[in-house]
């Protein structure tokens, strides 16, 4: 993981009661830890590792409606605001910029899927607008690439991961939350058909209601429960150069590289066009289900067959609440960098812009995604087990959602009204 995440003091004791638990100390979890003591609702967040330790320091920092699901963007218009109004509200700084996203289309046929994602947007007044070839010769220049066009929006924009949720969860603990690490959960205690607290690797703690905010961990921890909830792994390796001139500060994503400027003035990048798909049980369970993403996306996934198949297994599926959990077994997923994707991102992206042959590598990670046959996440009630809420399978683009995320689920937590309708975000639509 990136070493610039920021570590953050938590509690060592596990209160006996509270309202609210949280599992999952991602940015999902922490705001909505941080949303629930702000309305002085006692919220207590468990996190297996530390804050932010998987998903949500890894990522590239991406805030954006671009290429969003239509359903999905109102969310983001949420989150929008609520990324601007961050340092008001937490005392600090992290790293927000709304210096725009452009992706790139390297031909007619791509540069078309933009144009019809621009009509599917049409109606929620974004300004998202298409560019041609000269415009991003302008907006970017130095590049050697041949673009028939971009498609641009300039109110989206970025923000340091690594201090984010760290940043959030210190603001949510000066509310009133308690957080603990270092403590799985390992099951949900039941009575009278509902939830009546969460057993711990550290002890039992009795709420009235529990939030799993577990990213890619959430399928296995309802499986347990006899919650079905489909989600499968890919892997997303990042780069990170030091400080370097660029060409410029918008981020940008080609076909088969992206980059956006870190604000320690080095470039965070990706290999756009390739994501590692470790083989797992659960491919041969729900694979099904994913034909229909799959298609326009086969030349995306480099398969690895192996290792991380039988690692799987021996994590187990089923436990009881006395068992070492599979939380435990793996408190923080850290997967193998595949620096043979990081150098092909460099030497694409070298080839569009010569000015990063300058660049140098600072360090580089890489971290698994939870993604849902749509793409979209699931943030709602779990009916079979009342008492139970989840937000989890964000599709590998929930961190520039996920305030917005966690903030909802505060709200289903808590009843009535809903910072966005919900309807999107239905368990049952599986
Ligand atoms: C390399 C990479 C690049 C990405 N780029 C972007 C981007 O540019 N923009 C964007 O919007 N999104 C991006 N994403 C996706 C984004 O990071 C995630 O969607 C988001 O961080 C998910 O947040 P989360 O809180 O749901 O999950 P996580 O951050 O994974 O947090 C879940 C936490 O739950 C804990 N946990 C799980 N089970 C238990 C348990 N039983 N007991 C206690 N703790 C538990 C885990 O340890 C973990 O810390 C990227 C992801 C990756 C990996």
């Given at each position: 993981m990136t070493r610039m995440l920021e570590s953050v003091t938590t509690s060592n004791e596990l209160p006996s009661s509270t309202d609210v638990v949280i599992i999952g100390g991602g940015i999902v979890g922490v705001s909505a830890a941080l949303a629930l003591a702000e309305r002085n609702i006692p919220v207590v967040l468990l996190e297996k590792g530390h804050i932010a330790c998987e998903q949500s320091s890894r990522n590239l920092g991406w805030i954006r409606k671009t290429s969003r699901h239509a359903a999905d963007v109102p969310m983001s218009l949420a989150a929008d605001q609520l990324w601007a109004n961050m340092p008001k509200r937490i005392g600090r700084e992290v790293g927000y910029r709304q210096n725009g996203i452009m992706f790139l289309a390297p031909t007619e046929d791509a540069l078309a899927v933009h144009e019809s994602w621009l009509k599917s947007v049409d109606s929620l007044s974004l300004d998202s607008r298409l560019l041609s070839s000269a415009e991003i010769h302008q907006k970017v220049p130095g590049g050697k690439g041949q673009w028939a066009g971009a498609v641009y929006t300039p109110s989206d924009g970025y923000a340091e991961a690594a201090q984010a949720a760290p940043a959030i969860a210190n603001a949510a603990i000066s509310s009133g939350a308690v957080m603990v690490q270092n403590c799985a959960v390992r099951t949900l205690a039941t009575s009278a058909g509902r939830v009546s607290g969460v057993v711990t690797e550290k002890g039992e703690i009795r709420c009235k209601q529990v939030l799993l905010a577990g990213g890619a961990w959430s399928r296995r921890f309802l499986g347990n429960h006899g919650v079905k909830l489909p989600t499968l792994p890919l892997i997303c390796n990042v780069l990170r150069t030091k400080p370097m001139d660029g060409p410029t500060d918008i981020a940008t994503g080609g076909p088969d590289f992206s980059f956006r400027k870190h604000q320690d003035g080095g470039y965070v990048i990706t290999q756009r066009g390739g994501l590692d798909c470790p083989i797992v049980p659960d491919h041969l369970l729900i694979g099904m289900k994913y034909m229909d993403q799959l298609g326009p996306n086969r030349q995306l996934l480099r398969i690895k067959l192996g290792k991380p198949f039988f690692h799987d297994l021996s994590l187990g599926r089923s436990w009881k609440a006395t068992d070492v959990s599979p939380f435990e077994k793996e408190r923080v997923r850290d997967p193998e960098?595949?620096?043979?994707?990081?150098?092909?991102?460099?030497?694409?992206?070298?080839?569009?812009?010569?000015?990063?042959?300058?660049?140098?590598?600072?360090?580089?990670?890489?971290?698994?995604?939870?993604?849902?046959?749509?793409?979209?996440?699931?943030?709602?009630?779990?009916?079979?087990?009342?008492?139970?809420?989840?937000?989890?399978?964000?599709?590998?683009?929930?961190?520039?959602?996920?305030?917005?995320?966690?903030?909802?689920?505060?709200?289903?937590?808590?009843?009535?009204?809903?910072?966005?309708?919900?309807?999107?975000?239905?368990?049952?639509?599986?």
């Open positions: 960098v595949n620096h043979g994707l990081n150098q092909e991102a460099l030497a694409n992206l070298r080839n569009a812009w010569p000015v990063f042959e300058k660049a140098e590598i600072a360090e580089a990670w890489s971290g698994w995604m939870d993604i849902t046959p749509d793409s979209i996440p699931v943030i709602d009630h779990i009916k079979d087990i009342p008492g139970l809420t989840v937000a989890t399978g964000f599709s590998g683009h929930g961190f520039g959602t996920g305030p917005a995320a966690g903030q909802l689920a505060a709200d289903l937590v808590c009843g009535g009204s809903t910072i966005i309708d919900p309807a999107p975000y239905r368990f049952n639509r599986f």
